[in-house]
C-alpha cells in the first residue's frame, strides 16, 4: 500500500514555521555556555531538515544542513557562541522562512541572499575549522574521538518503537530507507509482541526490529535517523566489531533481548513502496501549493486549547437539556384548555435558562477564536534586535501581557500598526547611548509592550523612556505643512495630536525607517479600521507612551442603539463619551448651517444624524435635542438623534459581503424583532459630515475660551 505523503505537508509547514519561531526567539537569548538552549536549537532546525527531506524540498534542507552543521559545533563545543555567529544564524533562519514560504505557495523561491548567506555560512565553517585547528597543538585527540564513534565493519542496531508511533505520522519503512542509504543493510522483524487477532488494535504498532548495518559511517550518523523520535521508542546501537560472530544478524535465531524467533524482511520490498510514495511529492518542493497552512501567512487552522473546547462541549450539553425542557413544557400546554400559571411560570424560567445558555455559547465559541497576543509580540524581539543594531543603540525589550486573549482576525490585521509604532520609539523616541550618558540615562534604553483587557477592549501600550515629542518642533512643522496657523494655540495634547495627520513627519533625512510621513496616520487608519482608537502621552527627557485599545473581537460589538426618524441605529459604546441634552444658549453659529456646542470648557462641531443620511420626516430645532458626545482620532464630536433606545450586545455582519462599502457605515445586525439595525462608522461619520476648517474653528474657539479664562484668574 502506497503512502500519500502530500497530506502531511500542511502539518510539516505548520510546524517548521513554528520551529523558526523557537530558533529566533532562542537565538536572540543564547549566552555562551548555554548549552539546553543550543540544543533546542539544534532540535529545530534538524526537524526542518528531516521533514524537508522526507517530503522532496530539496533546497530546504540543503540550506537547512549547512545551518544544522554549524549549530552542531556550537553545541559540541567545537566552536565558540560569538556575536557575528548569532546575527548569521538570524540570517539563515530568514532563509529558511522564505524557503518554507515558497514550498508553501508552490513557487521557487529566487532570492540572492539564499546563496549569500548559504556562502557565508560555508565560509564560517572553513574558515573556523582552519583557525581551531592552528590552535590545536596536536591532531591526534581529534582523531582518537573520530575512531572512538565509528565502526570500520558497522552496527548492530535494536529498534523497540512505542505501540502509538504509526499515529505520530512517522513511517519505520522511511526510516529503514535512511539506513540503507548509509551502507548495507538487513532488518528482522521481531514478532514476540504481536497479540492474538482479538485483542489487535488496528493503529498500534506491535513489531520490533533486529538490525544489521554494514557501513564505515559513526554512531552519530546512526542515532540521527532516529533523532526524531527518540522519545517514541527505545534504540540500541553497538559496533559489530564488538560482537562474536555467532550473534551477527545473519545467524540469529533467537534475539538475546526477545525470545521469537526473528522474521526477514526485505528492505528492497519496503523501497518499492517507498518509492511509489515518492512519486506523489512535489517535485523539489515547487510545483504543488500547498493551502490552508499557519504560520507563514494568514492560516486557515488555529490551535485551540482543550479547555475550550470541553468547556463549549458542556454548554452546548446545557442548551440541549434547556431546549428539551421547554419542548415538554410546551407538550403541556397543547394538551391543556386552561394555562395554569405554574407551567407559565415554568416556561419564563425555561426561556431565561436559555438566554443564559446561549450568550454564555455564544461567548464560549467566541473564546475558541480567541489566541493569546504572543502571537504578535513574538516578532518584536528579532526586530528590536535588527533595528537597533542599525541604529547603533542600545535597546531593552520588555514583554508583559502576553497571555491576553484576543479574537483571531483582530491580531492579523494587529501586526503592521504595532511594527510602526514600535519602530517610531526606537528611531524617533529612544536616544542614541551617548546623549543618554549625557542625559544621566542608563545607556540601553527601554521599549516595554504591554497588553490587559479593560472592560470588552484590549488596551496595548508601547512605551520607551526616551526623549519624548518635541512639541516645539512638530508645532513648527505643521505650521510650515499648514496644519495650523501661527497664531493658533495649542495645548501639547493636541499638538501631540499632529503627529497622527497624514504626511506629518519631523525626520531631517529620509531614511528606510522614517522621514517619509507615512507611518503615524497609516497606524491611526488602520486601528480606526479595527474599532479601535490610538493616543499618546508624552513627558520631554522621559519618553511617551502610545495607547492603542481594540474590541476584542470584530464579529460582537457592545453597542447603543438610537432612533433618527423611522430608522434604527447602532452607535458603538466603545466610542460614546456621555449623552445630554442640547442646552438653549449653549450653541454658536459657524457658516452655512453647521454649528459648534459649548461643552465642559471646550467647543465642538455638531452632526446631524437625519440630515447626514436624508432621513424622511420633519427636522427638529437643535434646541433641546438629544445628543451623544462621541470620540474619534482623538477629535469629540455631537451626535443628535430623535430618541435613545437600549444597549445590548449585537452580532456584526458585514456589508461589503452582500451589498457594497457605505461611507459612514461599518455593519448591520438583526435585532431580536427581525428587524434591521445599521451600526455607525465614528470616525467615517467625521469625514462624511465634517471638513478640517470646522474641526480647527472648533478647536480654535476652546484655545480662546481657555486663553480668556487665564486671562480672567
Not at 529566533?24 to 526537524?47: C, K, P, Q, V
Not at 454564555?360 to 480567541?370: F, G, H, P, T
Not at 518584536?380 to 483571531?408: I, N, Y
Not at 488596551?459 to 512643522?477: F, M, Q, Y
Amino acid at each position: 500500500m502506497s503512502i500519500d505523503l502530500s497530506q502531511f505537508i500542511p502539518t510539516f509547514l505548520e510546524e517548521s514555521f513554528e520551529g523558526l519561531e523557537l530558533m529566533e526567539s532562542s537565538l536572540l537569548n543564547l549566552d555562551a555556555g548555554d548549552t539546553e538552549t543550543i540544543n533546542a536549537i539544534f532540535r529545530a532546525a534538524h526537524s526542518i531538515k528531516g521533514g524537508a527531506g522526507t517530503f522532496g524540498f530539496t533546497e530546504i534542507s540543503d540550506f537547512t544542513h549547512v545551518v544544522e552543521t554549524l549549530l552542531d559545533e556550537m553545541r559540541s563545543g567545537q566552536r565558540n557562541i560569538e556575536q557575528d555567529g548569532i546575527n548569521l544564524l538570524l540570517q539563515a533562519v530568514d532563509c529558511i522562512r522564505m524557503l518554507l514560504e515558497a514550498a508553501r505557495d508552490g513557487e521557487p523561491c529566487e532570492d540572492d541572499k539564499i546563496d549569500s548567506v548559504q556562502q557565508q555560512l560555508q565560509k564560517m565553517l572553513s574558515g573556523e575549522a582552519v583557525s581551531e585547528s592552528a590552535d590545536e597543538t596536536t591532531a591526534e585527540p581529534t582523531e582518537i574521538e573520530d575512531e572512538d564513534e565509528t565502526s570500520d565493519s558497522g552496527w548492530n542496531i535494536t529498534f523497540v518503537p512505542r505501540d502509538y508511533l504509526l499515529q505520530t505520522g512517522n513511517e519505520p519503512v522511511l526510516m529503514f530507507a535512511a539506513l540503507e542509504d548509509l551502507g548495507e543493510l538487513k532488518v528482522s522483524a521481531l514478532l514476540d509482541e504481536l497479540p492474538g487477532f482479538d485483542a489487535l488494535e488496528p493503529e498500534n504498532l506491535y513489531l520490533r526490529w533486529q538490525m544489521e548495518l554494514v557501513s564505515d559511517c559513526s554512531e552519530a550518523d546512526v542515532r540521527e535517523v532516529f533523532e526524531w523520535i527518540e522519545d517514541d521508542c527505545d534504540l540500541e546501537v553497538t559496533p559489530l566489531t564488538a560482537e562474536s560472530t555467532d550473534t551477527r544478524v545473519e545467524d540469529v535465531e533467537e534475539p538475546p533481548a526477545l525470545s521469537q524467533p526473528a522474521t526477514d524482511v526485505s528492505v528492497k520490498d519496503e523501497k518499492a513502496e517507498t518509492t511509489k510514495a515518492a512519486d506523489t511529492k512535489p517535485a523539489a518542493g515547487k510545483n504543488k501549493p500547498v493551502k490552508a497552512v499557519a504560520g507563514g501567512g494568514e492560516g486557515a487552522s488555529i490551535r485551540v486549547s482543550i479547555d475550550k473546547v470541553d468547556a463549549l462541549i458542556n454548554r452546548v450539553g446545557e442548551l440541549v437539556i434547556t431546549q428539551s425542557m421547554l419542548s415538554q413544557v410546551g407538550l403541556e400546554i397543547e394538551e391543556l384548555e386552561v394555562v395554569e400559571q405554574s407551567i407559565v411560570e415554568r416556561l419564563k424560567s425555561g426561556m431565561g435558562q436559555l438566554e443564559r445558555n446561549t450568550r454564555d455559547l455564544q461567548e464560549d465559541v467566541m473564546r475558541v477564536r480567541m489566541l493569546p497576543i504572543s502571537f504578535v509580540f513574538n516578532r518584536f524581539p528579532r526586530m528590536v534586535h535588527d533595528v537597533s543594531s542599525k541604529l547603533g543603540k542600545k535597546v531593552e525589550l520588555k514583554l508583559s501581557g502576553e497571555q491576553t486573549e484576543l479574537d483571531k482576525t483582530v491580531m492579523e490585521k494587529l501586526g503592521d500598526p504595532l511594527v510602526h509604532l514600535v519602530r517610531n520609539s526606537l528611531d524617533h523616541g529612544l536616544e542614541p547611548p551617548e546623549e543618554r550618558a549625557a542625559a544621566g540615562k542608563d545607556e540601553t534604553g527601554t521599549v516595554s509592550l504591554n497588553a490587559y483587557h479593560q472592560g470588552g477592549y484590549i488596551v496595548i501600550e508601547i512605551i520607551d523612556d526616551g526623549r519624548g515629542l518635541n512639541t516645539e518642533r512638530i508645532l513648527a512643522k505643521a505650521i510650515e505643512n499648514g496644519l495650523v496657523s501661527e497664531d493658533q494655540q495649542l495645548t501639547d495634547s493636541e499638538i501631540h495630536e499632529l503627529i497622527f495627520q497624514p504626511g506629518f513627519s519631523t525626520a531631517a533625512e529620509v531614511s528606510d525607517l522614517s522621514g517619509r510621513g507615512v507611518g503615524m496616520d497609516v497606524v491611526r487608519r488602520n486601528i480606526e479600521s479595527l474599532g479601535g482608537h490610538v493616543s499618546v502621552q508624552s513627558e520631554p527627557g522621559h519618553g511617551s507612551t502610545f495607547s492603542v485599545s481594540l474590541p476584542l473581537t470584530l464579529a460582537i460589538l457592545d453597542g447603543q442603539l438610537v432612533r433618527s426618524g423611522t430608522e434604527t441605529y447602532i452607535v458603538p459604546l466603545v466610542s460614546i463619551i456621555e449623552s445630554m441634552q442640547i442646552s438653549a444658549g449653549s450653541m454658536n453659529a459657524l457658516a452655512g448651517e453647521e454649528r459648534l456646542l459649548h461643552f465642559r470648557d471646550e467647543y465642538i462641531p455638531l452632526l446631524q444624524l437625519k440630515q447626514l443620511f436624508n432621513l424622511p420626516g420633519e427636522t427638529h430645532p437643535l434646541e433641546n435635542s438629544l445628543m451623544i458626545v462621541l470620540e474619534t482620532g482623538g477629535q469629540k464630536f455631537g451626535l443628535v438623534v430623535d430618541e435613545l433606545m437600549a444597549q445590548q450586545q449585537v452580532v456584526i455582519k458585514g456589508l461589503e459581503t452582500n451589498y457594497k462599502r457605505v461611507p459612514g457605515l461599518s455593519g448591520a445586525t438583526i435585532l431580536g424583532d427581525g428587524s434591521v439595525a445599521l451600526i455607525l462608522d465614528i470616525a467615517g461619520l467625521t469625514k462624511l459630515g465634517f471638513d478640517r476648517r470646522t474641526l480647527a474653528e472648533a478647536q480654535e474657539r476652546t484655545a480662546q475660551a481657555e486663553l480668556e479664562q487665564e486671562g480672567a484668574a
